[in-house]
């Protein structure tokens, strides 16, 4: 028998249990957003990683890692901070 967080009102829960004691969401509903958050967070987990190598990876093939390239700085920094800072607070959500 294993425990689960209630997605609804965070209380403690058993997974055979057929409703949440604390708000009454049955466990077919929590199930369901359960699954459907730790996928989403799966995607966001794997567009933010991408977009963080992809700027990495641009800014190294087109400006050789330059720092007084303002072009470069522009999009390919920009796409790693914002992948780099997204990933980040994503693990933070799932942790
Ligand atoms: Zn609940």
Known sequence: MALQKCPECGHQISTEAPACPGCGLT?????????????????????SAFLFWFGLLSWFLLYG??????????WSVTAMIIGGVWHMITKVLIW
């Open 65 to 74: 890692g330059a720092l007084d390239s303002t072009e470069g700085l522009s």
């Open 27 to 47: 466990s077919l509903t929590i199930n369901i957003a359960t699954q459907r958050t730790s996928k989403a967070l799966k995607a966001q987990l794997f567009i």
